[in-house]
């Protein structure tokens, strides 16, 4: 029988863990064997029952899953609870599941009875999970959608359009007005303009704008041979695209006379029929708006997808189909309801006073949005970053985001806790919405403003966008790309807002390097998605550049294109201090020389105080076996901090007489009165130089 009551038993294995007396952080078994948890959620252990869910959803044994006697007698399935922190009004515990083939299962429940959260202990007598609708894309999932759609465009200043959006549309967009004859088409920018010079919103409020409004979709491709894809050309007869079964191309001017919606995949298939359903008219999917079978096309269209993408009503976030592309947005819910709403214990089970506590998963939107295989996609960090209205459809149910809202399918008055993640994302993985309205907000603060170097506000909001800007390299970088050439390009749209605020881009380490893509001095050489980006942490403390920009030299592809996107090459000219430098591994010693013969040295420093990093794996290979690395160094910046201070230096490797690139970085610290460290990347025989 499914859990149903408002309150939450707890096993006895489970309510051992509150009465752990060991330290923070400690390994220990939950359940010994499989028998032993699903026995405990057989008797509704709140715990061991959502426990059970996400080993189920997780697909670590897909179809082995099925068969619990299976796992049962391979004994493949270890669990474990991690005590992470214990507050006066609140209790954090996360599940280990380690599966076969090596795979982590996870589970955080919080327990808290924090007033904020006490809150919704009224909202849940109501018991709204025997309301919710089993089936994500139903009729009441279409409600609350409508309800976030008008809420926002009522309440949300940073959300409206602003007045680029009146003079911006895709070269072409999907047409769904007669999904309900289960047929779309191909419409180009000059046909949807001679039609709306004036259109009604299905939200209620008249839009006067240049172009109809239209959505956007974020999916994952998966296998190129099985999604539709439109081409310029056909080399069969249109009869045949009559057979057409989501796995083959659509010539433009078929498409153009309407195709119909069971030829495409499930999730452009309702995609849209929620565009239709909402009461709107076009959306842009990648696929079937670019010619896949022209290369000019495609690079005329990528430099347009940012603004595609930043000018749409709302995005639709496919997040349940990249988990498998053969099901689309609407489905069956994964958990049943009463597992995605909080449930309230009895206080006196865990051992404390017998006031009640709420308890509630607070991995639920990672697990469904931050770890699905769509937000992994390089081009995709862009796609949410840019869209001002975001509807996630996950395995569970609708998440929404806009610059000013979030909400989801089980929040029906905002009372609930489920959006407690939003600080930890900002800090973990990165909160976009919240990034984009105080990029916006810093804009409105600069709009006719003077430069005012002393303005303490401005100093304030430039050093958080720096800040984001930080921790979407981060992101980014560590994200997939079926092209590598599309580093850039991918990510020229985000760069293009943080321009429009003047903030300075940061630059750091790497892995590994493609410089036919990018110079050696950005972080866009990186590749592989695996690339992990530590920026140095600039709170409370001075920076002093220790070198000058004199120039760059940057040229497109095509030439005269948006520099911040495909590029031919790419130079900075910068004058600065240039040293020798010795690097022994073993001693961990660094030494400074002024000069090639390596006779003059005016730095020595070892241990612990040094922090020497090659960027590449090659390079790490290279040198592996040598004692002592030699090479030339330029000193950036100096990082003044309270209770030390911090050089930053660029390992470089000569190409030709003052041609170099970078090869990798060093650090040194030291207490604030070091002398020796003081006169490091100071003094009068700067060198100009090229960084390639």
């Known amino acids: 029988m499914p859990m149903e009551g408002v309150k939450g038993k707890l ?24 028998y032993s948890l699903l026995a405990s959620r057989d008797i509704e252990c709140f715990i061991c029952t959502l426990l059970w869910a996400k080993i189920q959803l997780s697909g670590v044994w897909k179809k082995e899953i099925e068969n619990a006697d299976h796992i049962l007698n391979s004994e493949r399935l270890q669990t474990y609870y991690c005590e992470f922190w214990k507050k006066k009004h609140e209790r954090t515990l996360e599940f280990r599941v380690l599966g ?70 895709p070269t072409r967009v999907v047409d769904v007005t007669k999904v309900h004859l289960g047929i779309v088409s191909l419409r180009m920018r000059e046909e949807a303009e001679s039609e709306a010079h004036q259109q009604a919103s299905p939200t209620g409020s008249s839009i006067l704008q240049g172009f109809p409004t239209y959505w956007t979709l974020s999916h994952r491709w998966g296998e190129p041979s099985k999604l539709p894809k439109l081409v310029k050309e056909h080399q069969f007869d249109d009869s045949i695209l009559d057979k057409l079964q989501f796995n083959g191309n659509i010539p433009e001017h078929r498409f153009r006379n309407g195709i119909y919606v069971s030829n495409l995949s499930p999730t452009f298939r309702d995609a849209v029929s929620l565009v239709r359903r909402l009461g709107y008219s076009y959306i842009w999917i990648d696929s079937l708006c670019i010619h896949q079978d022209s290369e000019e096309d495609w690079q005329r269209e990528a430099r347009t997808v940012a603004d595609i993408y930043r000018h749409s009503f709302c995005n639709i976030s496919a997040m349940s189909s990249s988990f498998d592309p053969s099901v689309g947005l609407f489905r069956q819910r994964r958990f049943e309801a009463r597992l995605l709403y909080p449930f309230v214990v009895d206080g006196s089970i865990l051992g404390e006073d017998h006031s009640s506590w709420i308890a509630y998963d607070i991995l ?31 395995r569970t149910q609708i998440y929404w985001e806009c610059l000013e809202g979030t909400g989801c399918e089980t929040d029906h008055a905002a009372r609930l806790p489920v959006w407690k993640w939003a600080k930890q994302m900002d800090r973990m993985h ?95 050489s990186a590749i592989s998605g695996n690339t992990t980006i530590e920026l140095p ?49 073993e001693t961990r010693t660094l030494e400074l020389y002024t000069d090639e013969d390596m006779m003059n040295c005016i730095y020595t420093k070892h241990e612990h105080d040094i922090g020497f990093q090659l960027d590449t794996q090659d390079l790490e290979e290279e040198y592996e076996d040598e004692d002592d690395m030699e090479g030339v160094c330029v000193p950036v910046c100096h990082l003044v901090q309270p209770y030390q201070d911090l050089i930053m230096i660029l390992s470089l490797q ?32 700067s060198t100009r130089i090229t960084l390639i």
């Open 430 to 524: 990165g909160n976009y919405k919240k990034m984009r309205l105080h990029l916006a907000k810093t804009k409105e603060f600069m709009k006719g403003r003077q430069p005012e170097p002393d303005n303490e506000e401005l100093e304030k909001l430039n050093t958080k966008a720096s800040e984001y800007w930080g921790m979407l390299v981060k992101i980014y970088a560590s994200c997939l790309l079926t092209k590598e050439s599309d580093r850039f390009i991918a990510m020229s749209g985000i760069a293009q807002v943080f321009r429009e605020i003047n903030v300075y881009f940061h630059d750091s380490d790497m892995v590994q390097r493609r410089e036919s893509y990018a110079p050696s001095w950005s972080w866009a």
């Open 364 to 394: 639920d939107r990672d697990t469904e949005i931050k770890d699905a295989p769509l937000s992994s996609r390089g081009w995709v960090v862009q796609e949410q970053f840019l869209s001002t209205r975001v509807l996630h459809f996950t």
């Open 11 to 34: 096993c006895d294995v489970c309510m051992s863990i509150f009465e752990d007396k060991k330290a923070e952080w400690s390994d220990n078994p939950h359940h010994k064997n499989i």
């Open 100 to 169: 076969s083939p090596p795979h982590i299962c996870q589970l955080r429940v919080q327990l808290s009875r924090r007033y904020r959260m006490m809150r919704s202990k009224r909202e849940l007598k109501t018991r709204p999970w025997s309301a919710l609708d089993p089936n994500i894309g139903s009729s009441q999932s279409l409600q609350k959608i409508h309800s976030w759609l008008s809420s926002c465009g009522g309440n949300h200043e940073y959300c409206r359009p602003h007045s680029e959006a009146e003079s911006f549309f």
């Open 537 to 585: 942490k600039l709170d409370g403390c001075e920076v002093i550049s220790l070198i000058r920009l004199v120039g760059k030299r940057i040229e497109t592809e095509p030439p005269g294109g948006d520099p911040i996107g495909m590029l031919q090459y790419a130079e900075l000219y910068i004058e600065g201090i240039l040293y020798n430098y010795r690097w022994v591994a």
């Open 654 to 685: 000569r190409d030709s007489l003052n041609i170099f690139r970078r090869i990798g970085y060093i650090h040194i610290s030291a207490g604030p009165k070091d002398k020796e460290l003081a006169i490091v990347g100071r003094g009068s025989t």
